[in-house]
Each structure stands twice: as structure tokens, then as C-alpha cells.
């Protein structure tokens, strides 16, 4: 069966849908694209320039004028991917605390969104691509070729950001409270909120390995269309 040419990853945080997309992405040969380092990127340039996250005009602009670059790891560090915020490597600032508390608020506006969809499409529209997001298969992507939904309960994403943190010598309180919190932001906002497309083939990957979410996941891509 043909690769599908364009693939959307939706769910919500701590999913593991950067780890598996990017690994699905190089198995297939097709570019990988986070579009949630996206936001959060721009919600260090932000944070930089002291805006308010509820600042929807001067975050809107800021959308439209920062340079946001996503490619492979420059480090071997852990990274599954390299961040580049108008040149500087911001891979490991965007998960610090400060980001988490804010990206939710900044994507939430109608301008970033529209900034950044953009800039998502034109990305799809040059080649094959896995693309992990929140909004990809029901707003950036509605025509891709496949729809995964990947998800798992929040006391197994909580658990898998405490490990992710311990293993970068950090630690921190009241995660599983940051997770529900940003479900609820990202499930509730007025723009382009999380939710499976129609289309879209559910995942869940409580208690499985990274390798056997993984391939659950390929064998939901390579299923004939709906």
C-alpha cells in the first residue's frame, strides 16, 4: 500500500505525539513537523519581550514577524528535534515552566492561529509530512490522507512528563494538575479547540511502550481510507 502523504497527529499534551510522529516521520521518509514547538517558540519570544499572553494584537504581530525554524536534532542531548527562534536554539526553553504556564493562552488567539496555519500549510503543501499538533486533522490539515488521534489518560501523561523531567535532572511539583489544566484550556478555547476529526482513528497508548505505540500507530496509517 502507498505511503499516505500527508499524515495528521492530533491529542492532547503529554500524548507522546512528538516522540512517536517524529519516529513514524523517519520510518516513512516523510518530514516531521511539531506544530506545538511552534507555539510555544512564539511563546518564548513573548515572554522575551514582555507581552501579555492576553495581548491579542502584539501577539498577533509577533506571529507574523518572528522567524520559528523546526528541523532535525543539532544535539544529542535527548532532543527530538531541533527549535531555532530567529536563530537561537530555544529546543529545551520551550518545555521549561514559565512556557507551559503561557503557551495555552497565547495559542488560543485568533491571529496567532492564523499566523501559524499558514505557515503549517505551505510547510504540507511541499511534500510528504507527519504533522503533531491539537488542531491539525479538524483545521491546518482537514484533507489529509490519514487522521490519528493519540491519547492516553491524564495519570499516564503526567507520569510520562515526570519521568521526561527526571531524566533532565528536574523536577516539579503539581503535574498532573498542569496537565488537566491544559486540557481543559485546549479543549474549551473558542478557536480551533482539541478535538478528533470525524475521520480521525483513536489511539490509545496507556501502557504501552514508545516501540509498541508506535506501531499501533503505523499499522492506523497504512489502513485502506475511509
Request: proline letters at 5%; a neutral charge; hydrophobic letters at 45%.
Amino acid at each position: 500500500m502507498a505511503t499516505p502523504r500527508t499524515i495528521a497527529i492530533d491529542g492532547p499534551a503529554g500524548a507522546g505525539k512528538s516522540t512517536i510522529g517524529a519516529l513514524l516521520a523517519e520510518r516513512l521518509g516523510s518530514l516531521f513537523l511539531d506544530t506545538g514547538a511552534m507555539y510555544r517558540a512564539l511563546a518564548v519570544a513573548a515572554e522575551r519581550r514582555g507581552i501579555d499572553p492576553d495581548d491579542a494584537d502584539r501577539l498577533t504581530a509577533l506571529a507574523r514577524d518572528v522567524r520559528i525554524v523546526i528541523g532535525p536534532p543539532t544535539v544529542r542531548d535527548g532532543r527530538t528535534y531541533t527549535v531555532l527562534l530567529d536563530g537561537s536554539d530555544v529546543t529545551w526553553e520551550i518545555r521549561s515552566p514559565a512556557i507551559d504556564g503561557i503557551v495555552s493562552l497565547v495559542a488560543r488567539v485568533a491571529g496567532v492561529r492564523e499566523a501559524m496555519v499558514e505557515q503549517q500549510q505551505a510547510i504540507a503543501a511541499k511534500g510528504r509530512v507527519v504533522m503533531v499538533g491539537r488542531d491539525i486533522g479538524t483545521v491546518v490539515l482537514p484533507n489529509a490522507d490519514r487522521k490519528i488521534f493519540l491519547t492516553a489518560s491524564a495519570a499516564e501523561r503526567a507520569r510520562r512528563r515526570e519521568e521526561e523531567l527526571a531524566l533532565r535532572g528536574q523536577a516539579r511539583p503539581q503535574v498532573l494538575q498542569e496537565i488537566l489544566r491544559r486540557d481543559m484550556l485546549d479543549s474549551t478555547r473558542e478557536v480551533a479547540p482539541l478535538r478528533p476529526a470525524d475521520d480521525a482513528v483513536t489511539v490509545e497508548t496507556d501502557g504501552l511502550t514508545v516501540g509498541e505505540a508506535l506501531e499501533k500507530v503505523h499499522a492506523a496509517v497504512m489502513l485502506p481510507a475511509r
